[in-house]
């Protein structure tokens, strides 16, 4: 095992994080009122899930976090108690809220994302002073989306600010956020299959195909690329490995921060020096952990400990 004393720092950044209320109900119609069954009320958004997910895996980080008015103050509230160590940043306006409705009739969810306050440049920029000052040599984690009213290279700076201070970011994010990213040189990303797809325009229908692409991402500046495939695991390509990890076989309840507990139980790994391949592992054991948990439930540890052991990582 690796030396949990030779930790790097770890920082999370969450521009966007909302407080999520989950409604079950027993079906929508429109223009009627309907009762909930159930209703809770979560953090989230992607930052704060990493965030979460690394704190149960008894990794210290701290997670760097827009706040804002009455919603803010409820959130900071839920995450004084779900988080390590957090650095708020409070802007003018309302933390968003996101809308979950599930029918327990049909099974089907609805999602609505609510939208975020206004951050000003001043703001944003004071906040990754922080958070790189953090992470320094370590790892920074920088995931999810952001405020439409933020620069879309938001992300890119950031990485190359987090590189110029010797740190190695690690990005999950979609789209012109990935994209920018991508050009300022990240340690690690992570996309899903089809997020690879929408980045390089094409279907990416077997292994080879992505192991091509992820290869020509290094080549402009990407150390490693890691691609999950839901059900069927995730591929690791590094400066001299690729590593293909199976996904164990788990009951699967809600996949909702699958993609959230495979960034955090790599980075956590990561952090006390551990190789690629276990890395890996950590990554595919944390996900399947979490899809056998309901709503936004992040994994148990204890079926993080049982599920390692059934991973199975290959050299191709
Ligand atoms: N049905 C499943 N059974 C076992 N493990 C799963 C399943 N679905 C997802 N996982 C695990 O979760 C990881 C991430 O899933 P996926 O590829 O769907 O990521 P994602 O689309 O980024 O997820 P998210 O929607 O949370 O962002 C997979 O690599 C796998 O390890
Ligand atoms: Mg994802």
Not at 7 to 14: A, C, N
Not at 102 to 112: D, K, L, P
Not at 171 to 196: C, G, M, Q, T, W
Not at 198 to 216: C, K, M, N, W
Request: proline share 4%; hydrophobic share 40%; charged share 20%.
């Amino acid at each position: 095992m690796p030396d949990a004393s030779a930790r790097l720092p770890v920082g999370v950044l969450s521009l966007n994080p909302a407080v999520d209320i989950t409604y079950e109900i027993p079906r929508l119609i429109a223009d009627q009122k309907v009762h909930a069954l159930n209703s809770r009320y979560d953090p989230g958004g992607n930052g704060i899930n990493v965030g979460r997910g690394l704190k149960r895996l008894g990794v210290q980080a701290c997670t760097f976090c827009v706040v804002a008015g009455e919603i803010g103050r409820f959130l900071r509230h839920q995450l004084d108690a779900q988080l390590d160590q957090v650095s708020y940043l409070e802007v003018e306006g309302e933390t968003r809220i996101n809308g979950t409705i599930i029918e327990s009739i049909t099974g089907a969810q609805f999602e609505v994302s609510g939208l975020g306050p206004t951050v000003s440049t001043d703001a944003w920029q004071h906040l990754l002073d922080r958070f790189v000052t953090h992470c320094g040599e370590g790892l920074a984690v920088i995931t999810g989306s952001l405020q439409q009213s933020l620069p879309r290279d938001l992300y890119a700076e950031a990485v190359r600010r987090v590189r110029e201070a010797g740190g190695r970011a690690i990005v999950d994010s979609h789209n012109d956020l990935l994209r920018n990213a991508i050009d300022a040189r990240p340690f690690l990303i992570k996309p899903n299959r089809y997020e690879l797809e929408t980045l390089v325009g094409q279907s990416l229908t077997d292994e080879r195909a992505i192991v091509r692409q992820a290869r020509q991402l290094q080549e402009r500046g990407v150390t490693w690329v890691c691609v999950s495939m839901g059900a069927e695991g995730a591929l690791l390509v590094t400066e001299s490995l690729v590593l293909r990890g199976e996904a164990p076989s788990v009951p699967v309840t809600s996949t909702v921060g699958a993609g959230d507990s495979m960034v955090a139980g790599m980075t956590g790994l990561l952090a006390q020096g551990a190789s690629a391949e276990d890395a890996l592992r950590e990554g595919i054991a944390c996900s399947a952990a979490t899809v056998m948990q309901p709503g936004t439930e992040l994994f148990e540890r204890a079926t993080v400990a049982r599920l390692r052991g059934e991973v199975r990582v290959t050299q191709l």
